[in-house]
């Protein structure tokens, strides 16, 4: 059984943006503003690294970087889970050591991607990282990109080790979600993935969420917790649909550029995506003007509801 405080573990953790200077490299005080902006908005924690973080297109320096910049200004105020995975072990175990050293609260890691590995692979790689600290661990299930899936069965070996305390998974599939919260119990952390699923894997079993919408409208997804646990689903229900269609907009756009500049327009300015990912350009520009106001007069509505709640 894990002794790990897994109550840490609950609501509405973002996965951060990296943040960039003029001339492409990470940015240490936009990464603070960043991290500042979403605390204040009252998530739960940060997920530092992952996909939204480009976190698989940086060298490792880079990733060290910013997950020291995000701890300096989140130590203490909130739950940092540092995305270590990468293409080779090696990497992944250096991350996972220097993430212990930062003061990181867990680590997280997709399956090692591009070749196709082995079951028993895929469970030496994760263990390995494991083994490297005394930091508990989160599988990050995302087949889509990875190429690997989890079964049940790989999941019930790996939950053995009481570091490893949840998974992330990222599947359009909230029946999945729920037949991994069988096999890990109630003393097993499950992340729902899909933010246009945030309100059906909760109620399917999630503890939580983590994702990248989540960064640019992060009061939407706190209201919307907040009316789960308060039992007002058919409020819930209505937030979530009104959130999917700002999604859907956000999914005619190349998504990871949209982020960037939706964050810009709330005030920090996270510099441009890294290559190969693809920059919004002044054709896009209409299309976030009116993201934005969308965001923000959904966000001032749920302003409004609360101080009327």
């Not at 924690?45 to 060298?59: A, K, P, W």
Request: charge should be negative.
């Amino acid at each position: 059984m894990s002794t790990y405080d897994l109550t840490k573990y609950e609501g509405v953790f973002v996965a951060m943006n990296s943040c960039y200077d003029e001339f492409g490299e990470v940015s240490p005080s936009a990464a603070k503003k960043l991290t500042r902006f979403l605390l204040d908005k009252g998530v739960s924690g940060l997920y530092v690294g992952g996909s939204t973080g480009e976190g698989l297109i940086q060298s490792v320096e880079e990733r060290k970087r910013m997950l020291e910049a995000v701890m300096e200004e989140a130590r203490g105020q909130a739950v940092v889970i540092a995305h270590i995975g990468a293409a080779n072990t090696r990497d992944s175990v250096e991350l996972a050591r220097h993430a212990e050293r930062a003061g990181a609260d867990a680590l997280s890691s997709v399956a090692p991607f591009y070749y196709r590995v082995s079951d028993k692979a895929v469970k030496q790689h994760w263990n390995a990282m494991i083994d490297s600290t005394e930091l508990p661990f989160i599988i990050y299930h995302i087949p889509s990109t990875t190429g690997f899936h989890l079964s049940a069965s790989v999941l019930q070996e790996m939950k053995q080790n009481p570091k490893v305390i949840g998974v992330k998974i990222t599947t359009s599939s909230t029946y999945e979600l729920q037949q991994f919260k069988a096999v890990g119990g109630d003393r097993f952390v499950v992340f729902n993935g899909p933010d246009e699923q945030y309100l059906a894997g909760r109620m399917m079993g999630a503890n939580a969420g983590i994702g990248g919408t989540y960064g640019v409208m992060p009061e939407l997804f706190v209201a919307l917790e907040r009316q789960i646990r308060a039992g007002k689903l058919e409020e819930a229900l209505s937030l979530q649909v009104r959130i999917n269609e700002i999604i859907t907009r956000m999914l005619e756009l190349p998504i990871y550029g949209a982020l960037k500049e939706l964050i810009k327009r709330r005030g920090i300015d996270c510099g441009g995506v890294r290559a190969p990912l693809e920059q919004v350009g002044g054709e896009h520009e209409q299309q976030i003007d009116e993201l934005y106001n969308r965001i923000m007069q959904a966000v001032g509505e749920c302003g409004k509801l609360q101080l009327q709640g």
